[in-house]
């Protein structure tokens, strides 16, 4: 199953990103992202496979484009591997496209694909992919994907929160967990910045998914926390825009 969560970061100061104007746009799920804005897949460390598959990337110009795909890792996971698929799909192995994709002026390419392998390993990985001219390589555009397995909030073996997703939020944000080996007195909590508790729903099933409706929520940072027998353990961001 996946997931997705978006972070409004940027980390551009940090891998020295150009904000030069760029004949291209990237979309993730039909939202405009900021050159170098970083978003974050969740999924499962047992998963086989955590896919990327809903970034789109727009030619802005008056004329065509044959566009490339280069790949970097920024921080990996020991144990993990990725690739990713445009036009062709690549072995890991392979880090910038062999072939190129034709982007008509004003065209849009749906078909990116970006492929993250936890093979049963926790933590986050981070990789850059960029989508440049091939006949003028500096007209480019990038956005910074974390994939992020699920990781326990104090004792990993005890009990688990994913990451929320989406994030930010509008109508509704969901949470994978696992309290399979605690008590069953767990909820999750979200909180205002003030610390003030907005919203509490208990958690009923040893395992499974949570969704919490948002949609009456004021835009803004929240923080949530799953809260085990009145104790509240890592607190997490949450972004709320309508």
Not at 20 to 28: A, D, G, V
Not at 136 to 145: A, C, E, L, R
Not at 154 to 160: F, R, W
């Amino acid at each position: 199953m996946k997931k997705f969560i978006f972070t409004l970061s940027f980390i551009a100061l940090f891998f020295g990103a150009s904000f030069s104007q760029s004949s291209f746009e990237i979309y993730f799920e039909d939202q405009l992202l900021e050159p170098d804005q970083e978003i974050t897949v969740g999924g499962e460390a047992s998963s086989s496979a955590i896919v990327l598959d809903v970034i789109d990337v727009k030619n802005i110009t008056s004329s065509s484009k044959a566009v490339k795909c280069a790949r970097e890792d920024i921080t990996i996971v020991p144990g993990t591997s990725n690739s990713f698929c445009w036009g062709l799909c690549y072995p890991p192995t392979t880090d910038t496209s062999a072939v190129s994709v034709d982007i008509d002026a004003g065209g849009m390419y749906t078909e990116f694909s970006g492929d993250y392998f936890p093979d049963g390993n926790e933590g986050a990985s981070t990789i850059k992919y960029t989508y440049f001219d091939e006949s003028n390589p500096s007209d480019k555009i990038s956005v910074f994907v974390v994939y992020s397995t699920l990781v326990g909030i104090d004792d990993p073996v005890d009990y688990k929160l994913s990451a929320a997703y989406p994030n930010p939020a509008n109508n509704f944000v969901k949470f994978d967990y696992d309290i399979s080996k605690i008590s069953d007195n767990s909820k999750v909590v979200i909180y205002n910045l003030l610390g003030s508790a907005v919203k509490e729903v208990r958690i009923d099933n040893s395992f499974g998914s949570l969704k919490i409706n948002t949609s009456d929520f004021n835009e803004g940072i929240y923080f949530y926390s799953l809260v085990v027998n009145n104790e509240p353990t890592k607190t997490q961001k949450l972004i709320i825009k309508h």
